[in-house]
């Protein structure tokens, strides 16, 4: 279970090591409901969960074009970007039948298109406060 709090980043590697410490401890089944503007740092946080999970960070990008991108590491990691796909789109994308896929963690980033939250996701909302400075809330629902 992940904690819920709020957490202020003063640079990319400091966020970087919040989703590393993060992904480390993961258990099959996590979902990540990535929520925040351009700039703000999904793509790297998402970087350091793949890091804790055992993957090679350099190979996670975000999967705007391609929708998504699987890895493998200690467990499988599936990265969903919804920032390109119009709601009216998400039946086929096929969200339901991933998160549903065993040895499986899930990082959606641009979550706010998505119409349901899916039960037990951890939602992670980033905010700019400066050039150099996040605000990252984690919330499990």
């Known amino acids: ?14 966020t970087f090591e919040l989703g590393k410490e993060l ?3 993961l258990t099959a089944g996590a979902v990540f409901l990535l929520k925040g503007d351009l700039g703000t740092g999904k793509t790297v946080f998402a970087k350091g969960l793949a890091a804790g999970l055992g993957i090679d960070p350099s190979e996670v990008t975000s999967p705007s074009f391609t929708l998504i991108n699987e ?15 119009g709601s009216d789109r998400l039946t086929e994308l096929g969200i339901d039948e991933i998160l549903a896929e065993p040895n499986t ?13 899916p039960e037990g996701s951890i939602e992670v ?6 050039p150099s400075q996040r605000r990252i809330v984690t919330t499990q629902s």
């Open 125 to 130: 909302e980033f905010t700019y406060v400066s």
């Open 1 to 14: 279970m992940i904690k819920s709090g709020e957490s202020i980043t003063r640079s990319p590697r400091e």
């Open 71 to 85: 890895h493998v590491g200690r467990l499988r990691l599936v990265h969903v970007d919804l920032y390109r796909l």
């Open 23 to 25: 992904g480390s401890s």
């Open 105 to 117: 963690v899930t990082i959606i980033e641009w979550a706010e298109r998505l119409q349901r939250k």
